[in-house]
C-alpha cells in the first residue's frame, strides 16, 4: 500500500565555487598556468592584468530586480559565445590570437610508431603482409613491447579490413618487424626481448652462452639463483659473472627511447613553493609566476547593466543574453575569487609544514625531520585534512638543499627503547645504509635488518622492516644478490 509522508533532513552539498576550489587545490604550478590560460580564452569577461577602472559593485549584487524572475533557471557554467553575442572588438581579439598560435612553430620528436612505420616503407612486401605489419605496428605500446594477442589482432583485421588471416602469417610478419630497429622492437616478454637484442650481437662465446641461460635457464636467471645454474652448465663463478654483465647491457624496454621533448618537459619538476634559510631565518615565497592579475572585464559589466535598466522594453532574446552575460560575470568572478583563495590556502599550509620541520629547512638533515602527519597540519592550519591532502599532493618546495615533494615532509612515528618518537623516515635511512654497505654475495635479510635496528633501540618487527623496504622500493635479499 503506497504511503506519503513528510521527511526533514539535513543534506551537504558543494556549490560550483568549492568544487572549482577542490579542482583547483589539487593543481602544480604547471598545470594551474595552463588551467588559468584555458579560463581566460574561454571566458571572454575575464581579463589579465591589473583592473584600472572604478571601483564597480560586486557581480551578485548587479541586477537584484529581475533575480526573482531568473531564479528557475538553472545557469551553466559550460556556455560558450557565439559570434552573434562577442562584440567586435573581442572577435578581432581572439582572431589575433588565433593567428599569433598559428605562427608559433611547434616541433615534435618523432614517435616510436612513426619510427617503425617509416622502416615498414622501405620493405616491398605484398598488400596483406604490409596491412598486418601496420595492424601490429598499432598495437605496439610505448615501452616497445607486443602485449596484445595474436588471436586478437588477427580479429581485427578480418573485422576492420575484411581481409582473412591466419595466425601463422601474424607470426611471420612479427619476425620481420622484431628486425626492425631499436633492438628486442615488438616482443611479447622480457625473454622474448633479451633474446632478440642477443641474436643481433656479434656472436662471441660470451653471447651464445648468455643467449643458452635467459633461453633455458630464464626463471633462474630472473630469481638470481645463480648457484644452479652454474651447476646446470658446469660453468665457473666468473663465466657467468660475465655473462651477467653482458646481459646488464640490453635494453629491456627498447621503446623508452622515445617520447622526445614533450615527456622531458613534462617530467621536469616546477616548485609551488620558494624556502630560503638566511642567517638561522626561514623564508617563504610562492611561485607567482604562471598566475597573472586577473579582473572582470569592465564592459561586460556596462553591458549587463544596461540591459537590467531597460528591463521594461526586455524581449525574450534579450532575457536570454542577460542571463549569458551574467553568467559569464559571476563564472570570471568565481573564478578570481577561487584562485585568490587556493594562493592563501597554499601559503598557510606551508607555512604550517615549515613551522613544524623548522630543523630541516635550516640544516638539510633528514635525521632532523620530525614525525607529521596530515592531522597536524590540519589542526594547525585550521584546514581539514582532505584540504591539506590535495594541496600535498603534487606540489614542490624548493629548499637551500635540494627540491622535494611536499610529501616528503610527512611521516609516522615510532617510539625508541627509551620512549622517544622518533620519524619512521629515520629508520628507512638507517636501512638503506645499511642495505647499501651490505656484502652483496650474502645481503641482509629483513631478520638480520630487524636485530641491527633493535641494536640501536628501535624496537621493530621484521614485517615492519619488510614494509618499509618495499615502500622504498628495494628489493627483497635474494634479489640483491651480486656475485
Sequence with gaps: MLKQHLQQKLQQKLSPQQIQLIRLLELPAIE?????????????????????????????????????????????????????????????????????????????????????????????????????????????????????????????????AGEEVSIQEIKQTLKLIQDFDPPGIAARNLKECLLIQLEKREPTVVVELATRIIRNYFEEFSRKHYDKIIRSLSISEAELKQVIQEITTLNPKPGSSWGGAMETALSQVTPDFLVEAINGELYLTMNNRGVPEMHVNPEYREMLQSYTTNKSSQTTDMKDAVQFVKQKLDSAQWFIDAIRQRQETLQRTMETIILLQRDFFLTGEEASLRPMILKDVAEK???????????????????????????????????????????????????????????????????????????????????????????????????????
Excluded: C
Aim: hydrophobic share 30%; no cysteine; glycine share 4%.
Design 32 to 160: 594551474l598556468e595552463e588551467r588559468i590560460k584555458n579560463e581566460l580564452e574561454e571566458n571572454p569577461a575575464l581579463e589579465e592584468g591589473a583592473e584600472v577602472a572604478e571601483d564597480f559593485e560586486r557581480i551578485e549584487d548587479t541586477g537584484e530586480e529581475n533575480r526573482s524572475e531568473d531564479n528557475d533557471t538553472d545557469l551553466s557554467l559550460g556556455d560558450y559565445l557565439t559570434e552573434d553575442d562577442i562584440p567586435d572588438y573581442k572577435l578581432r581579439e581572439i582572431r589575433e590570437r588565433s593567428d599569433r598560435k598559428e605562427d608559433i612553430p611547434f616541433s615534435a620528436g618523432q614517435s616510436l610508431n612513426e619510427y617503425l612505420l617509416q622502416q615498414l616503407g622501405l620493405r616491398e612486401l605484398p598488400e596483406k603482409e604490409m596491412l598486418i605489419a601496420e595492424y601490429i605496428i598499432g598495437n605496439i605500446e610505448d615501452d616497445g613491447y607486443l602485449r596484445r594477442d595474436l588471436h586478437a589482432i588477427a580479429d581485427d583485421v578480418a573485422f576492420q
Design 381 to 483: 592550519a585550521g584546514y581539514d585534512i582532505s584540504t591539506i591532502s590535495r594541496v600535498s599532493n603534487s606540489k614542490y618546495v624548493q629548499t637551500n638543499f635540494g627540491i622535494y615533494p611536499l610529501k616528503y615532509f610527512f611521516s609516522e612515528s615510532m617510539a625508541t627503547e627509551s620512549d622517544e618518537e622518533v620519524s619512521t623516515r629515520e629508520v628507512k635511512k638507517i636501512m638503506k645504509d645499511h642495505i647499501e654497505g651490505e656484502d652483496k654475495r650474502k645481503p641482509l635479510t629483513d631478520e638480520k635488518l630487524a636485530n641491527i635496528l633493535k641494536s640501536k633501540g628501535y624496537m621493530i618487527a621484521r614485517r615492519t622492516v619488510a614494509k618499509y623496504r618495499e615502500q622504498m622500493d628495494i628489493p627483497v635479499a635474494r634479489l640483491r644478490k651480486e656475485i
